[in-house]
């Protein structure tokens, strides 16, 4: 959901790549929320951070717990910083209902959607830069 948002809110601005340190496809759940907000991630792939390591990052931002204590090492010139969000599908394993699950996804898309309209500027360092 993230790279959907900054592809589509900040284009020109962010050259977004999502990796995981665990890739499983991208859910189908996931698809159908941000397609309630006009943006279709149907054609992203899951990729695995190996997939993204020969490309040179200015900031790494981990979106879930088990990636920040799993990230790998970049470079020193890289920011690596956490932005905690909850994870949908872990959210959504004890409901049966299927407009129940997709109130967790809405609700963990729209925070993600906040994260990035903000970005640039609540990266770190973006002050010094100015």
Do not use: W
Request: net charge negative.
């Amino acid at each position: 959901m993230a790279e959907g948002f900054s592809r589509h809110l900040k284009s020109g601005e962010i050259e977004a790549h999502s990796a995981g340190v665990n890739p499983k496809g991208v859910d189908p759940r996931a698809v159908k929320a941000m397609a309630e907000v006009g943006i279709d991630i149907s054609a992203q792939k899951s990729r695995s951070i190996d997939e993204v390591k020969h490309l040179e990052f200015d900031y790494v931002i981990t979106l879930c717990d088990n990636a920040q204590k799993t990230c790998p090492t970049f470079p020193a010139k890289t920011s690596v910083m956490h932005v905690g969000f909850e994870d949908p599908p872990r959210l959504a394993a004890a409901v049966r209902d299927g407009e129940e699950t997709l109130t967790h996804y809405r609700r963990v898309r729209d925070e993600i959607r906040k994260f990035i309209e903000g970005l640039p500027e609540v990266l770190p360092g973006k002050d010094e830069e100015a």
